[in-house]
Every structure is written in C-alpha cells, then in structure tokens.
C-alpha cells in the first residue's frame, strides 16, 4: 500500500450474481466512503483502482457495484479487499481536531515534562475517545500502557503536530 494512501473501508463477499459487494466502512459516518472516489482495493498487496458504479444500503450495511465487475465470480475475487484512497482526497479538519492516525506514534508527555510513552492505539468509548500509551523502554514509572481519556478540556493540553508530541495534564504514577 502507498504510503499516501489510507484505508476507508473492507469489502465483504459478493451478493447477488451481478457482481455487488458488501462494503464495511470505517468511516465516521458510513456513508461517507462513497463520497470518496476513485477507491484503491488493495489485494494481497496488490492495488487496483475502481470507480464505483452504483451503492444502495443492503441490511445494517451497505454493497456497491463496479463498473467493470458484472457477476458474482469476478467480484469474489475481491472478497476482504482493503478499501483505500489517496490522502489528498481526505479533507482537512478544522483547528484542534485530529485524525487518530496523525495521533498514533506521538509522543505523551506530562505538563511537568514526564514522558509517558507513545500513542499506540485508540478506541472510542461512548463518552470520548481514549488514548493508548505504551511506555518507552525504562521510563514508564511501572506501567506499560496507559489509557488516557481524550478530553481537550481537562486532560489534553496541547497536541502538537510537527513536534509529534501530546502534552497531558496526568499524574505519571497513576
């Protein structure tokens, strides 16, 4: 996969005889991945670029049609493709929000200059989002990972994107 490519989605397997698919989108809003076009599917390290053709909702999810996929074995052989696409179609955020992947990697530091560790993940809660910090090597005041609530208004400080560093208001032994 490119480096300047991100993954929106998942194809599932095929429905129908046409050549439709099931598509799992990661999307904030579902449906958003169809505003994204052309799509990536990355196979098996493998990417191909598709237009789709038509979508419609199909149960809880959703299937889409390729214009150049018109029945069911051409389009199994897509089944569990990734669904990529270029980052510049991805668009900006406004001022203070973040997509999680520009979070991960960065460094956590408290607000009195402890360093905590590295975004390793993030996982949403009903209430906010939450950071998963691993601890560097020696430095991790006896925690190997931390969960640390995205609360911009409490506990985040500041989020630095070119230094890739997070500041926290976050007792180090907690």
Avoid at 27 to 52: A, C, H, K, M, R
Avoid at 120 to 131: F, K, P, R
């Amino acid at each position: 996969m490119s480096q300047d490519s991100i993954v929106v989605g998942k194809l599932g397997a095929p429905h129908g005889i046409k050549g439709w698919l099931k598509v799992h989108s990661f999307t904030d809003d579902p449906e958003g991945i169809f505003d994204f076009s052309p799509w990536l599917i990355n196979q098996q390290g493998n990417l191909e670029t598709f237009e789709v053709a038509d979508w419609r909702r199909s149960g809880k999810g959703f299937i889409a049609k390729f214009a150049h996929i018109n029945d069911r074995d051409e389009a199994m052989a897509y089944t569990h493709g990734e669904i990529t696409v270029e980052q510049s179609q991805i668009p900006e955020l406004p001022q203070g929000e973040f997509y999680w992947r520009d979070l991960i990697g960065m460094s956590v530091v408290t607000n009195k200059g402890y360093s905590l560790g590295k975004v390793d993940d993030l996982m949403e809660t009903g209430s906010n989002d939450v950071l998963v910090v691993k601890a560097n090597n020696n430095d991790g005041f006896g925690k190997s990972e931390r969960l640390l609530p995205f609360l911009t208004d409490s506990v985040i400080q500041n989020v630095n994107l070119d230094a890739k560093e997070i500041t926290v208001d976050w007792d180090p032994s907690f």
